[in-house]
């Protein structure tokens, strides 16, 4: 399917607004970052045996650290998008290093509340006790009991925990930085999807044997799909055009089918992309392919569409 999108009518801008302060953004996730990591102090001094920095899953994914990460990272997310300061490359690297300081500033500040010493009454050093804590990594057995240290491949599991908990950290910025934004309010577009349609038939079995069947099967499901792209292409011209009572029309006809569709092998999905200040923004088409857990997507056409035409179809 090829859709074209087509440039909309000129629009009158809004007045830019002044841009937030990238600090404001920072701050949130500096919060969030301490009262997760709090939590997770907390938890480990309760005397529970559950330590969620250690949990990993299948011994090498470190679920509990990609958690906190996530947890952690939240104040970024909800400043960005409550101040309206889009999330870019900048600001992730920046968001990655900071997350970084915060995990080794929690592990050092877990360090000096310890106040090791030496047998002779010298102080240990951080380096010395991350170094300990490193080696010292062992897993739980079965009957509750500590297996024997990794030794130095205790390192692996301590950079598998950095790994997770930056990992964590990046994903909500990540989703930040992909989300649709509009410039001239500055801030971020909201997405809604407007209808289903199929584009395939239901799936049925035919026999190996049966070439006829097969034949006529795979020409059902090529005119479906070139009776949901041409729905889509009629779509696409009435928002271009502006046409949105017509627009609006179909989309009240299709309703019925959408439920149906919504079981189908491939279905084409339609989004409405726009800025709820100024009411500019988008249409969007998905090729939606699979079903449950196996579910693909994959953008075949994107049109600009006026305010007049979201207030309109709104």
């Given at each position: 399917?090829?859709?074209?999108?087509?440039?909309?009518?000129?629009?009158?801008?809004?007045?830019?607004?002044?841009?937030?302060?990238y600090?404001?953004?920072?701050?949130?996730?500096?919060?969030?970052?301490?009262?997760?990591?709090?939590?997770?102090y907390?938890?480990?001094?309760?005397?529970?045996?559950?330590?969620?920095?250690?949990?990993?899953?299948?011994?090498?994914?470190?679920?509990?650290?990609?958690?906190?990460?996530?947890?952690?990272?939240?104040?970024?997310?909800?400043?960005?998008?409550?101040?309206?300061?889009?999330?870019?490359?900048?600001?992730?690297?920046?968001?990655?290093?900071?997350?970084?300081?915060?995990?080794?500033?929690a592990?050092?500040?877990?360090?000096?509340?310890?106040?090791?010493?030496?047998?002779?009454g010298?102080?240990?050093?951080?380096?010395?006790?991350?170094?300990?804590?490193?080696?010292?990594?062992?897993w739980k057995?079965?009957?509750?009991?500590?297996?024997?240290p990794?030794?130095?491949?205790?390192?692996?599991?301590?950079?598998?925990?950095i790994?997770?908990?930056?990992?964590?950290?990046?994903?909500?910025?990540?989703?930040?930085?992909?989300?649709?934004?509009?410039?001239?309010?500055?801030?971020?577009?909201?997405?809604?999807?407007?209808?289903?349609?199929?584009?395939?038939?239901?799936?049925r079995?035919?026999?190996?044997?049966?070439?006829e069947?097969?034949?006529?099967?795979?020409?059902?499901?090529?005119?479906?799909?070139?009776?949901?792209?041409?729905?889509?292409?009629?779509?696409?011209n009435?928002?271009?055009?502006?046409?949105?009572?017509?627009?609006?029309?179909?989309?009240?006809?299709?309703?019925?089918?959408?439920?149906?569709?919504?079981?189908?092998?491939?279905?084409i999905?339609?989004?409405?992309?726009?800025?709820?200040?100024?009411?500019?923004?988008?249409?969007?088409?998905?090729?939606?392919?699979?079903?449950g857990?196996?579910?693909?997507?994959?953008?075949?056409?994107r049109?600009?569409?006026?305010?007049?035409?979201?207030?309109?179809?709104?």
């Amino acid at each position: 399917m090829n859709i074209t999108p087509e440039a909309a009518p000129a629009t009158s801008a809004p007045a830019r607004r002044s841009s937030p302060s990238y600090s404001l953004v920072l701050y949130s996730g500096l919060a969030t970052s301490a009262l997760a990591l709090l939590g997770v102090y907390l938890l480990d001094v309760s005397g529970s045996d559950f330590s969620i920095m250690g949990w990993y899953a299948d011994y090498v994914l470190p679920i509990g650290a990609l958690i906190v990460g996530v947890v952690a990272s939240s104040g970024y997310g909800i400043a960005s998008w409550v101040t309206g300061v889009k999330i870019n490359r900048s600001l992730l690297w920046s968001v990655l290093a900071i997350q970084l300081l915060v995990y080794f500033a929690a592990q050092y500040i877990e360090f000096s509340h310890l106040k090791l010493i030496h047998k002779d009454g010298r102080p240990v050093g951080f380096f010395e006790y991350y170094d300990f804590i490193a080696r010292s990594f062992a897993w739980k057995q079965d009957n509750g009991s500590m297996g024997q240290p990794l030794g130095a491949w205790g390192y692996c599991f301590r950079l598998l925990e950095i790994a997770g908990f930056a990992g964590g950290s990046l994903i909500v910025p990540a989703i930040l930085l992909k989300a649709p934004y509009c410039q001239a309010c500055q801030r971020y577009m909201g997405t809604r999807q407007l209808s289903l349609l199929a584009a395939s038939v239901p799936a049925r079995k035919i026999k190996k044997s049966d070439a006829e069947g097969l034949a006529a099967y795979q020409a059902e499901q090529e005119k479906a799909f070139t009776r949901g792209k041409d729905i889509a292409a009629m779509l696409q011209n009435m928002a271009t055009a502006g046409e949105a009572a017509g627009f609006r029309q179909t989309l009240s006809e299709l309703e019925a089918k959408k439920k149906e569709a919504a079981k189908l092998l491939l279905r084409i999905s339609v989004h409405l992309i726009s800025c709820k200040e100024c009411q500019a923004g988008s249409l969007l088409f998905k090729l939606v392919a699979g079903q449950g857990n196996r579910i693909k997507m994959t953008e075949i056409g994107r049109s600009p569409v006026t305010a007049d035409f979201v207030r309109g179809i709104r």
